[in-house]
Nanobody, 125 residues
Framework: VQLQASGGGLVQAGASLRLSCAASGPALSRYRMAWFRQAPGKQREFVAAIAWSGTGRAYADSVTGRFTISRDNAKNTVYLQINSLKPEDTAIYYC???????????????????WGQGTLVTVSS
């Protein structure tokens, strides 16, 4: 599966963005999906994930309440809605995918096999 992230940009603190991750190849309907981010000088970190069914979700503590992950399997696309952006959200955001048979999302924190190229989000204060 190939993943293409988009939707990043330069925004002011407090603004919102919606990132998209479009997949080509096998249908995403049997893949768990996730967003990660890597800030300058820092390691890549988990942000959010969603089960293939859409019924299970997981979030990093730092983004809970501000970020929402969703998916549209018919469009082979996963989204990350980011509200109330903060300067510390500045990072390259990557989407990732991995085959899954767990519709509840108990495997969301396991490693991911496929990665997109990333989209840059820059938040100015």
């Amino acid at each position: 599966v190939q993943l293409q992230a988009s939707g990043g940009g330069l925004v002011q603190a407090g603004a919102s963005l919606r990132l998209s991750c479009a997949a080509s190849g096998p249908a995403l309907s049997r893949y768990r999906m996730a967003w990660f981010r890597q800030a300058p000088g820092k390691q890549r970190e988990f942000v959010a994930a969603i089960a293939w069914s859409g019924t299970g979700r997981a979030y990093a503590d730092s983004v809970t309440g501000r970020f929402t992950i969703s998916r549209d399997n018919a469009k082979n696309t996963v989204y990350l809605q980011i509200n109330s952006l903060k300067p510390e959200d500045t990072a390259i955001y990557y989407c990732a995918a991995s085959p899954s048979t767990d519709y509840t999302g108990r495997d969301l924190k396991k490693p991911y096999d496929y990665w997109g190229q990333g989209t840059l989000v820059t938040v100015s204060s």
